[in-house]
T-cell receptor, first 114, second 115 residues
Framework: DTEVTQTPKHLVMGMTNKKSLKCEQH?????MYWYKQKAKKPPELMFV???????INESVPSRFSPECPNSSLLNLHLHALQPEDSALYLC?????????????FGPGTRLLVL | AQSVSQHNHHVILSEAASLELGCNYS??????LFWYVQYPGQHLQLLLK??????LVKGIKGFEAEFIKSKFSFNLRKPSVQWSDTAEYFC?????????????FGKGTMLLVSP
């Protein structure tokens, strides 16, 4: 089973709202990732968690706050977003976060910020 | 820092035509290379990957790619495309950053196959 699930599929939020995106995998992977994909653009890395520890933050604004409660779950807390943050947010996982690994992607959450 | 360049942003082919999508990467060390596909409305799926060994890699749905180290290239090929191959194709390189695995994607190639 190489499935990564993400909820919700779609999210519309105002600039003053607080919402969270959720990602789950049951492959026993110890590394999880958040990517942002704007329309007609490639995914761009936001965060890397390895063994529940934040390992890489690609200078993402603080209005995005990741959380890894356990090895199977990854959340992205959103607060005071801007319309330009509207995008597809992709979660991925891999075995441990080291090289020579394949990342498996979830279907994404399509976010619209009004 | 690593980078990936895909030669074509859009490719239009008729069914049964042969396909070759170009991908060049920039990274001086050992790389792992991937092709992912994103069908309309669906998530990124792995087509194939190269880690080491035989530079000719076979993937799912009849796709293959050849790693040419001297040219820093990893081109994707399929001898005969089908309408169902209509999708966006991303080449990606996985090179370590701060000891961790990070993927850098090319800008993608949108393939449209007409029946």
């Amino acid at each position: 089973d190489t499935e990564v699930t993400q909820t919700p599929k779609h999210l519309v939020m105002g600039m003053t709202n607080k919402k969270s995106l959720k990602c789950e995998q049951h492959m026993g992977h110890r590394a999880m990732y958040w990517y942002k994909q704007k329309a007609k653009k490639p995914p761009e890395l936001m965060f890397v968690y390895s063994y529940e520890k934040l390992s890489i933050n690609e200078s993402v604004p603080s209005r995005f706050s990741p959380e890894c409660p356990n090895s199977s779950l990854l959340n992205l807390h959103l607060h005071a977003l801007q319309p330009e943050d509207s995008a597809l947010y992709l979660c991925a996982s891999s075995q441990s976060g080291r090289q020579r690994e394949t990342q498996y992607f979830g279907p994404g959450t399509r976010l619209l910020v009004l | 820092a690593q980078s990936v360049s895909q030669h074509n942003h859009h490719v239009i082919l008729s069914e049964a035509a042969s396909l070759e999508l170009g991908c060049n990467y920039s990274y001086g060390g050992t790389v792992n290379l991937f092709w992912y596909v994103q069908y309309p409305g669906q998530h990124l799926q792995l087509l194939l990957k190269y880690f080491s060994g035989d530079p000719l890699v076979k993937g799912i749905k009849g796709f293959e790619a050849e790693f040419i180290k001297s040219k820093f290239s990893f081109n994707l090929r399929k001898p005969s495309v089908q309408w169902s191959d209509t999708a966006e194709y991303f080449c990606a390189v996985n090179a370590p950053r701060l000891g961790y695995s990070t993927l850098t994607f090319g800008k993608g190639t949108m393939l449209l196959v007409s029946p």
